[in-house]
């Protein structure tokens, strides 16, 4: 109580009381900690506002800022190279799923085609799949990156992809094109908020910017971004949470190597504690007799004659030695969290992993590659239906009834290709066991691997076939000896039935070449 509650509760007891249970009633409705003003929160300032008011006033400084440290920081750099290698990796593999196999392997072979750097870009300087890593870096760093779909004569297809920042859009356009929208931030909005438009800068051949900007129509963007709240418009730096964290860490980083700088530094001064130099003559001399020391430097195995009365003081910086390691090795796994990473995904040092934490840290981070796994598929969903689309258009397909069953010939998936195994024989062994316990099917697993199951299974069609001809049991290679290899691969050219040595059964004498049937059974 303060100091006039005191003064109540000593003229009238009661009415100190109850002001002491008004007070603590008080103090009950307002239910959270968090929402105090005391002594803890005393600074913390905070308002409700729409998601677009929020960003606007910081979006530009926040993405100049993680520029900079795209720029000139390596630990921000260790997060962007995380994500495109996982997101993006090597690439994806297409497979079309029109109905017919011929067909598909038409269009697969044009998208590869397509997929190269004259074909698919407008400037013919990258690829596919160095745009798609583009993308995922310009979404960390500026959150998000524009792609404008052109359709222009020459390549495989008269259909090609334009990158623009998030820079281009022009934040100086207010009036709308069409009657009762409006324009924020560059982009032209319907009454339900979603865009129909977006007006870009345009510069002439040296740079300047032109008075008037392009309207370009929503069916031909793609704003490759992040929505976070249902009020947010435009995009967010996706490095915001942990840009100031890793400016300190880099602060930090400075200071203790310009610490250790100093450190390394030996310096000896000479004390003189006479007036003036030695007797005699000295090669150190100088006009007035003082010994002069200036221009000496140590060298290892110097040997030198200090003047009379003089003394030496070295002058060694080295203090207790600071443990940064901890502090980094905390600071970069703070880092890596606020992007939904491991610190060892960040990092890159697994000197105190272990199998079972290094997978369980890449299962969670594959979690996290998830959702900008879903975002770039979507874009290259988008990107590849434009394509067939095009290609039908300039004759390049030919799909009978693609109109009117339009859906069917655009159906598709995406196969990423796969990482490499952490632990080859632990990972095959639980491939196996998963297989053969129906926890994944033939399909899934060549999925993973980035590969048709198709595709598998002629290919090992094909390997014990031309096995056969040549006389070899290849099954017995492939699917390992005995009784399996013999159902797998069959007896061989030059096999033997019966012969335990070719996957045959002694006592029931093994199978025939295919079209022979079965041999009877035989007792031993």
Request: proline share 4%; charged share 30%.
């Amino acid at each position: 109580m303060g100091w006039l509650d005191n003064v109540i509760a000593t003229v009238s007891p009661r009415r100190a009381y109850e002001r002491e249970m008004w007070r603590q009633g008080l103090d009950e409705l307002r239910g959270y900690d968090a929402a105090g003003h005391g002594r803890i929160n005393s600074g913390w300032r905070a308002v409700n506002e729409s998601a677009e008011i929020t960003d606007r006033y910081s979006r530009d400084v926040v993405r100049a800022r993680a520029r900079d440290l795209e720029r000139n920081s390596d630990i921000a750099q260790s997060v962007i190279y995380a994500y495109k290698r996982n997101v993006v990796g090597k690439g994806y593999t297409l497979r079309a799923m029109t109905g017919s196999d011929e067909l598909d392997k038409r269009i697969e072979k044009a998208w590869k085609r397509w997929c190269k750097t004259r074909n698919c870009d407008v400037t013919g300087e990258q690829s596919f799949n160095e745009i798609l890593r583009m993308m995922v870096e310009r979404k960390k760093v500026d959150g998000g990156m524009i792609v404008l779909y052109r359709y222009t004569p020459g390549g495989v297809v008269p259909f090609k992809l334009q990158c623009l920042e998030v820079d281009e859009l022009d934040k100086t356009q207010a009036t709308p094109r069409h009657k009762g929208n409006r324009v924020v931030g560059g982009i032209e909005y319907n009454q339900y908020r979603r865009p129909v438009g977006y007006w870009i800068r345009q510069y002439d051949i040296e740079g300047w910017q032109l008075a008037e900007p392009a309207y370009i129509e929503a069916k031909d963007v793609f704003f490759y971004k992040s929505k976070h709240r249902p009020s947010q418009l435009r995009e967010m730096s996706d490095m915001s949470p942990t840009i100031t964290r890793v400016r300190d860490t880099n602060e930090f980083i400075n200071a203790v190597s310009v610490r250790e700088r100093i450190a390394a530094c030996l310096a000896v001064l000479i004390k003189k504690t006479l007036p003036t130099g030695g007797t005699g003559r000295s090669s150190w001399s100088n006009k007035g007799g003082q010994v002069d020391y200036a221009g000496k430097r140590l060298s290892p195995g110097m040997m030198m004659e200090m003047g009379p009365g003089d003394d030496a003081q070295i002058i060694d910086p080295k203090g207790a030695a600071t443990d940064a390691t901890a502090f980094l090795k905390t600071q970069q796994g703070l880092i890596g969290a606020g992007q939904g990473l491991s610190y060892e995904a960040v990092s890159r040092d697994m000197s105190g992993a272990t199998y079972s934490s290094a997978r369980q840290n890449a299962l969670e981070d594959e979690n996290t590659y998830t959702e900008e796994i879903e975002l770039l598929t979507t874009f290259m969903s988008e990107v590849y239906e434009n394509f067939v689309i095009s290609g039908v258009l300039s004759g390049l397909f030919q799909m009978p009834g693609f109109w009117d069953r339009k859906e069917e010939f655009l159906d598709h998936t995406w196969v990423k290709t796969p990482k490499k195994w952490i632990d080859p024989a632990k990972e095959a062994n639980a491939d196996k066991i998963a297989l053969q316990s129906g926890q994944k099917t033939f399909q899934d697993l060549q999925a993973e691997k980035g590969k048709d199951w198709k595709d598998a299974v002629d290919e090992l069609a094909e390997v014990l076939e031309y096995g056969r001809k040549k006389g070899i049991d290849m099954g017995g290679v492939i699917f390992g000896t005995g009784a399996t290899a013999a159902r797998q691969g069959g007896p061989g050219a030059g096999q033997k039935p019966g012969d335990p040595e070719h996957g045959g059964d002694p006592g029931q004498g093994g199978k025939q070449p295919a079209g022979g049937g079965e041999q009877p059974q035989t007792d031993n």
